[in-house]
């Protein structure tokens, strides 16, 4: 399916042969891209991947990738990890607050918008290529409907495009923050071990980079797995636990990351299901975020889809939904990108 058909093109068009600066700002990194409107599409003139740190400012960042691309951008369009309201968002994962207008001052940019992450996505399928998405599960056929999209990262994001019956209207939610529904006896044990940090823990506490770490904490310290020595040296000197816990788990390398990765694949899917069931995705259900495109060997594995449609009630509803992983990292940038040039 070619998104792009069916994605609002309808922008003024008064930024024709004009450069966007486009932002994806996450808990973890933040992209800057500079992009040039040509008809209805857009080039990629030059980009930069920062990690997001709460001692340097976004102004700042803007500034170093500007000093290294002269010239004024026409606009700034953010997509950003946090609960945007009237252009302005305070970040979830990260102490950031950004001001559209407090930005337009003190950069000297003519607009500057700005969108929750998720939404930019979703904008964002606009741009991609066929190849930039990869089936976890497909169908033969996927009807023009809702879509979903759900996003594990420094966070968890969760988004829709709700179908008007002739394009797709992207919007964002804050679901990643609604509540863990535990199911099993061992679901149950690590609630009550979450909620020792958290009094309501939500689903971005398991479905996300630092959830992994979460659950194999839990595995270790509470159900008495053991940790080898060689993963002890990993956690030392990588300084990324997630991505040691799922390489080993992907590896077959130690049993510990194998049931933590089944159980982060379990609550992904069983998330997933819950996201598509309350925008009744039944345009399909897209898997973005950092974390999908690495792990897709275990997500393409019978697990995810079982967890998925286990929903007794809706499992025929569920059956019918494809299931694709968001290949390209740069869906969100693009999209911001895509958002501010057309999607307004
Ligand atoms: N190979 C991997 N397996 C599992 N998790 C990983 C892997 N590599 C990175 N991560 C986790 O992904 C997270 C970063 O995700 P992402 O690249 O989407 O960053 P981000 O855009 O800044 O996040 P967000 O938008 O959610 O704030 C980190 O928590 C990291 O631990």
Redesign the pocket.
Known sequence: MCYSLYLPQRGKHDLQGKTILAA???????SLGLFEVRGNTLSLLSEATVP?QADVTFEGVVTKFLANNPGVPSMLSIGV?GPVSDNRVRL???AWELDGSRLQRSLGIGRVTMIN?LEATAYGLAGLALDDVAAVFDQKEQPLGNMAIL???????EAGLFWDGEAYRPFATEGGHSDFAPQTALDMELYAHLRKENDIPCWEHVV???G??RIYRFLRDVKGHKEPAWLTENFKNDG????V???AAMRELDATCIKTMELFVSYMAREAASLVLKHKATGGLLLG???SP??YPLLRKTLFRQQFVRNAHMAELLEKVSIKVILN?KA?LIGAAHYGAYGQ
């Open positions: 994806d700002i996450g808990g973890t990194k933040t997001s990890a979830t994962n990260l992450d996003a594990p990262g420094t966070g968890l994001g996300s980079g630092p992994i770490y990324d636990p997630a991505a816990i799922s390489h975020g950092g974390i690495r792990i990292s969100a």
